[in-house]
């Protein structure tokens, strides 16, 4: 079946350090794949996504590039802030109204 | 502004009883979502709509029901059947329901059974 699998949180890093939290999926046919983040005690809001193989999305300084060789959809940022703190969630679809989703990483920033 | 809003922000609730959460869009979605998270999980979908009057079962639909009377409106009922209902509850719309339509979360409703 599908799935989504992150990495285990909670990542910690010191502000301006490279980020990545890799995540890989296993999924049959063509997914897009998507990353939502959560701030404290709010609901989730797309971060960036990618609809075919070798796209790349791109929001507020965060890249990911849809590897489907690698079955891979890693979030990276040069230099996070610690306004950057958050739950991020990889999730795919590849059929009408189901998203499946990664169990979320939780990302700290310490100024 | 478009968005989702949702009601209240926290609810607490005695065992045995049932309670509806709200869930509005102005988005102008076909489109809308229940979701479930538990801490340290991922989102579970409750139930889904596709158009007015319509709705299905998703993932962990026991002990919810919800209705679709409205294009902006999906409201969840918890009832007592539900075993575990103490979670943090999310509602979502998209345009449609295409694998690659984003869907839209609202702020949540967190609900606690005392």
């Known amino acids: 079946g599908n799935s989504v699998t992150q990495m285990e949180g909670p990542v910690t890093l010191s502000e301006e350090a490279f980020l990545t939290i890799n995540c890989t999926y296993t999924a049959t046919g063509y997914p897009s794949l998507f990353w939502y983040v959560q701030y404290p005690g709010e609901g989730l809001q797309l971060l960036l996504k990618a609809t075919k193989a070798d796209d790349k999305g791109s929001n507020k300084g965060f890249e990911a590039t849809y590897r489907k060789e690698t079955t891979s959809f890693h979030l990276e940022k040069g230099s996070v802030q610690v306004s950057d703190s958050a739950v991020y969630f990889c999730a795919l679809s590849t059929s009408n109204y189901q998203l499946i989703w990664g169990a979320g990483t939780k990302l700290i920033i310490k100024p | 502004d478009g968005g989702i809003t949702q009601s209240p922000k926290y609810l607490f609730r005695k065992e045995g009883q049932n309670v509806t959460l709200s869930c509005e869009q102005n988005l102008n979605h076909d489109a809308m979502y229940w979701y479930r998270q538990d801490p340290g999980q991922g989102l579970r979908l409750i139930y889904y709509?596709?158009?007015?009057?319509?709705?299905q079962k998703g993932d962990i639909a026991e002990g919810y029901s919800v209705s679709r009377e409205k294009k902006e409106s999906f409201p969840l009922t918890v009832t007592s059947a539900q075993k575990n209902p103490t979670a943090f509850y999310l509602c979502?719309?998209?345009?449609?329901?295409?694998?690659?339509?984003?869907?839209?979360f609202g702020p949540g409703t967190r609900l606690t059974v005392l």
């Open positions: 709509s596709q158009i007015v009057n319509d709705f």
């Open positions: 979502a719309s998209s345009i449609g329901g295409e694998p690659t339509d984003t869907q839209y």
